[in-house]
């Protein structure tokens, strides 16, 4: 696909301009995608490029490893450009990226469906090499930022998971509570509301998602979530306070103030979580 975008039947090679291949000089141009929190990401003759990061090797093994089950829910590993920069097939669709989604986003059957192609992906990376004497590969940033959305003809449901760059071994919950997170936004600014009502409707959602992946033993996953938050405010403060330019964006931007916010909510509404999602 890769090839066919840069030359059409020996001519002159050809970019990709809002979807559209024109014919330009010697050259192809690259189009910035939208979303990037961390890592400059373009779409080059419609494949993906990204700068390698330190733990690519890792993730480019689990991204082979998934594209020889035939499993569509990752993209595919395509070699490094003339530049040095990964290259990986593009997922078209829609990427959640925006606070504001489509009611399909945030359905029912999207919030099972993503908990089903988690399950898939640790079915496959279970008892692998990469999972070495961990349970799973897990993908450890799942997030609807990082899930590529299609229309199935029912709207829109997650058909993919982009951004493995912090994949590694690890157990089922982590990514379990990560999804629940991330994906009601759990905190005093989640779409399904703040007060003690919300709190047991998100119970109930996230019971969803569990008998969406088919966990039976919920009795972690809260303290899962709250690994999580709490790991990721104390993780940018530290690496901003190290002068990782990154994380001193997110740092500046209230990143750390709202997930400090989103841990004390659910900290403080764990009792009705636990009651509601039992």
């Excluded at 908990?115 to 992906?121: C, G, I, P």
């Excluded at 590969?137 to 899930?147: A, G, K």
């Excluded at 449901?157 to 991330?182: E, N, S």
């Amino acid at each position: 696909r890769a090839a066919a975008s840069r030359r059409r039947s020996g001519c002159e090679p050809a970019i990709l301009v809002c979807g559209r291949l024109l014919a330009h000089a010697g050259r192809v141009t690259e189009q910035a995608l939208p979303g990037g929190y961390v890592n400059v990401v373009t779409l080059v003759g419609g494949t993906v490029r990204r700068k390698v990061t330190p733990r690519a090797e890792f993730v480019h093994r689990v991204l082979a490893h998934l594209a020889s089950h035939g499993w569509p829910g990752a993209p595919a590993y395509l070699g490094l450009d003339e530049r040095g920069r990964e290259t990986l097939s593009y997922l078209p669709g829609h990427v959640a990226w925006q606070r504001d989604q489509p009611g399909g986003v945030r359905s029912e059957a999207s919030l099972a469906r993503t908990a089903q192609l988690v399950r898939e992906l640790h079915d496959l990376t279970a008892g692998t090499e990469l999972a070495g004497q961990s349970e799973v590969v897990c993908h450890n940033d799942l997030s609807p930022r990082n899930t590529v959305y299609q229309d199935l003809g029912v709207g829109l449901r997650p058909v993919a998971f982009i951004d493995w760059d912090l994949a590694a071994p690890g157990r089922r919950i982590h990514d379990l509570g990560h999804v629940c997170w991330q994906y009601l936004n759990l905190g005093p600014d989640s779409w399904v509301g703040t007060d003690e009502a919300a709190a047991v409707e998100c119970g109930r959602l996230i019971r969803v998602i569990c008998d969406g992946y088919g966990l039976e033993d919920r009795s972690e996953l809260l303290d899962a979530i709250l690994w999580w938050q709490q790991r990721c405010w104390r993780g940018i403060r530290a690496a901003a306070d190290a002068g990782e330019p990154a994380m001193i964006r997110l740092q500046e931007t209230g990143t750390v103030t709202a997930v400090q916010a989103a841990y004390w909510w659910t900290l403080h509404h764990r009792a009705v979580i636990d009651q509601a999602l039992a």
